[in-house]
């Protein structure tokens, strides 16, 4: 059998396919179902200094082949979080990844800071949260903002750094460019697409927060697209996410540069998902004869 | 749900043996999907989720059903049995349903439209202010603004109520966190609960109308 095995800035996942945050909590829901070795690495909920008690109802809408969300980053904070669930996750034999968000450059640094004195295998850095008004989304929109905070919480980042990527920008291999410049291990995108619906009814928005990040099905070929540029843009590894529902979508994504993959909203549509795509892509590579996943990253010819 | 993202959030209406009996309202395009399912065919569920009405039968229970809120009393009312009191409230004539499923329970079962086109005309409230005395405790499933008041009159009475809430979901088990519920602390704050995994069943006196 191939080997699904990959190597994301020096940490070791048995097979690239990584839980998106925010879509698997801290692993226990998921974890009642199959063992959570299924997934090669988990990025948690995003966490941030203090507990936040999220966005009020409806949070939720469903979009043709998607959905949007707007959680708001409800989170029981860092401290809950290195106490509370860690010493569990690391029992689960998986990459550990802990999300971490904030509303100011200090907060990033303090927590970063924070979560580097701990067990976690390494760090994503969420300046694309949608959903918050200080959720750290002004820190992810242009290169220079980009720039500023990865090169200010890499002083204080001793793990693995993954900056995650919003699309809602102009040109992301420009912003990819610029997290690598400042220090990023690594990146990870798409994160969610802001979008918004209505109820015609009463001419209200369907989700409280007005506005929601999109996710699902529908933003795959955004996904797509924006890995493709940024692999072609940067030499550090790339995660691609985005709408990845099926393991024909694994492989594509890997085709457009994905080192790596998470999937995130497809748990909620079929929370066996991680288990069918890694049979397909094991399938996959041996129809194909590829002895290695990491032979298909980035091999879409143009 | 062939073609559709998430998955549709349906509460049990009866268990027979191994069977258990879903009874839903075409809302949308999920559950016109969901009612165009061939006899026989097979659809993929995860159940149980989240929590029920606790039943105590040598309490004296109210069961509250507003419209299709009516269906998820059905199993409890009767695990409650003859001593209970059932009230099922719907929109109209055209929209009453499991009549004769909660009469055979025996116990007493009184129903209002809100045209007064059959049953009693008015609120599931209103029939409720002769009964409520003798209750023990209330369980009670429909909109919102129903419970609301329902709630405010088990507080006046000081009788203990349960309601079965709805919200907008996606992943069911509580891990996405999208079915929030506004839940008053002791200290006068506000937290959020998850309609999937703490509930839909809560004590009304925590929910924040």
Redesign the interface.
Known sequence: MANLSVNIAGVQFDNPIIAASGTIGFGHEYGELYPLSVFGGISCKGTTLKERPGNPPPRIAETPMGMLNAVGLQNPGVEHFIHTELPWLKKQNTVVIANAAGSTEEDYCKIVEILSDTDVDMIELNISCPNVKEGGAQFGTSPESVAKITAAVRKYCTKPLIIKLSPNVADIAAVAKAAEFSGADAVSLINTLTGMRIDINTRRPIIKNITGGMSGPAVFPVAVRMVWQVKKAVKIPVIGLGGITTWQDAVEMIMAGADAIQIGTVLFTDPYAPIKIAEGLHGYLDSHEIDSVTQLTGTVEV | MPG????RPISVCDVEGDEIRIVFEIRGE?TAILAASEVGSTI?I?APLGNGFEIDQSKKTIFIGGGIGVPPMLYSARTAGENSVVINGFRDKSAVILTEDFQKIGCRVIETTDNGSYGIHGFVTDPLKEVIADADMICACGPTPMLRNIAKAAKEHHIPCFVSLE????????????????IRKEDGG???KHVC?DGPVFNAEEVDW
Do not use: E, H
Request: proline share 0%; with cysteine.
């Open positions: 559709k993202t998430l998955r999920g993929n995860i919200q907008r979901m996606a992943c069911g088990v509580g891990a996405c966190l999208g079915c929030a519920v506004g506000l937290r959020y995994k």
